[in-house]
């Protein structure tokens, strides 16, 4: 088994960036699981926190804690300005033109929800939404769930045999009778990066409004919503190095300002009586209850962290590891890698011939490894590929070449029990 | 490390998810059911041939999943095929006690004999896998909804 010494720079790394050192700032990384340092792949599904993001929080709690938006004292004070401020560097992180378009949510899957329901409750029967075959299942069933309710009408863009977006069959879906676009920006499952600019291109040209999952995006490269051009954009924190329990739905003023509340209750109103009750302006007419301050105040935090090391030497490092990781892997006598060749996010899906990926999964584990293995909440997109599992590395800024090596020596160690 | 691993992938287990027994359909079952595992998509269909006299007369089993719902599929049907419905009920009891418990089994009084037990221990070494014990049970449960006459049985139904 490879492993590196911390001084130890990895000469296959960028002159600029050392993963060894952003490695150092996540607590969590230096343990061991089942005897064996641990080798975290599994950043899709939810990335390790850095020591500056539990300390803000842990801070937060300690120094600055009250309810938001209501107290007039001192630390209520704090707390607003805290949850605001990291309002405020979400606008930044993405290039909203203002902070007022960000809402916060639990997480992405809450944020497609919200606008499914609210943006939804203006659609009506024989709208068409279009989705398509890479979408996560929380890009799915609340449109699914929508037309059962209004009788609107789903339109699925297929993918080619090697999951790559069908741009020409979903030009061949769009029609004056398209209301929504949504589309991920990136599949969790294969990696896929799609073309959000022309896909929104195309969208408006037809009147419909766009909402991109940005969840396995965000991480990874540099996304600017302007430029996108996106109605809507979604993604949650704990993909991002932040806490887990709030999320990110951007919207276009106007668009946002045209919506129903999503959901009722204290936070989101002007005035209530039981006759009548007045709502805020977004983006506090879609945060009914105490929010997630803390979690907030976190967000804000790994944005900052994201941004100090920069999303543009992660991209470049992540690319790097994803070509020797493909390398490495696509040496393997047996093993399959699922994906477009072209661009791609830091994923990796592959099966085995000899080894189930759970099986796969379970062996790697106990090797230190950690990896997805199943379907990915895509079943549709599993289905379409002829498979009923994937084992899925992913990976992010903290991720080391050595960690390929340890994946690498980990799927010999399941042809030496399977073998 | 590796004994860890041997613990659950013994050679029964590797034989069986790459030969497994009675992997095929029943053209007129008296009964089937379909069990999903929702969490990884495992799917297996079990169909039953049981004589009026509750012995089952014929098993067999169709799936996608992994080495150890296979493997665990196949031994469920060589253990089960000649017994009675009551005594594969108490089979399924010492698996679940086996795979759930400490994996200490009293194998003496009116227990399974010595070769259903060490089927079972081979079964049980998902006990150091909290997340593959689904896995192993998958196919017993939904054994049980075929003989109980329920077509559909899911992992996240039950106790285990």
Known sequence: MVSLVASQRDPRSDDHFDAEIVRKDFPILSRRVHGRPLVYLDNAASCQKPRCVIDAMTLA???????????VHALSEEATAGFENARRK?????????????VFVRGATEAINLVASSYGRMLRAGDEVVLSYLEHHSNIVPWQMLRDATGIVLKVVPVDDDGGFLFDEYERLLSDRTKVVAIT?????????????????????????????????????????QSLNADFYVFSSHKLYGPTGIGVLYGKKDILQSMPP????????????????????????????????????????????????????INAHEKRLLDYATERLGAIPGLRIFGPAGEKAAIISFTMDFAHPHDVATILDRTGVAIRAGHHCAQPLMNRLGLSATARASFAAYNSFADVDALVDGIGMVREVFG | MLEDLRELYQEVILDHSRSPRNFRRLDDPTGDAEGHNPL??????????????????????????CAISIASASMMTELAK???????????????????????????????????????????????????????????????????????????????
């Open chain 1, 61 to 71: 709690y300690e120094t600055a804690y009250a309810n938001v938006h209501r107290g």
């Open chain 1, 90 to 102: 979400v606008a930044t992180f993405i290039n909203a033109e203002s902070a007022d378009e960000i």
């Open chain 1, 185 to 225: 920006h990136v599949s969790n499952a294969l990696g896929t990066v799609t073309r959000i600019g022309g896909i929104v291109e195309r969208a408006h040209a037809h009147g419909a409004v766009v909402l991109v999952d940005g969840c396995q995006a965000v991480p990874h490269m540099v996304v600017d919503v």
């Open chain 1, 262 to 313: 999503y959901q009722g209750g204290g936070e989101m109103i002007h005035a209530v009586s039981f006759e009548r009750t007045t709502y805020k302006d977004s983006p506090h007419r879609f945060e009914a209850g105490t929010p997630a301050i803390v979690e907030a105040v976190g967000l804000g935090t790994a944005i900052d962290y994201v941004r100090s090391i920069g999303l543009g030497d």
């Open chain 2, 40 to 65: 990884c998509g495992d799917i297996v269909h079990v169909f039953l041939a049981v004589s009026p006299d509750n012995v089952i007369q014929d098993i067999a089993f169709q799936a996608k999943g």
């Open chain 2, 82 to 160: 000649g017994k009675t419905v009551e005594e594969f009920s108490k089979i399924f009891e010492l698996f679940h006690d086996m795979c759930t418990g400490d994996g200490q089994v009293d194998v003496g009084g009116d227990q399974p004999g010595a070769d259903v037990v060490d089927h079972l221990r081979v079964l049980s070494g998902v006990r150091g896998f909290p997340m593959r014990v689904k896995c192993a049970t998958l196919s017993w449960h939904t054994m049980k909804a075929a003989l109980a006459g329920k077509g559909r049985a899911t992992t996240e139904e039950g106790e285990v």
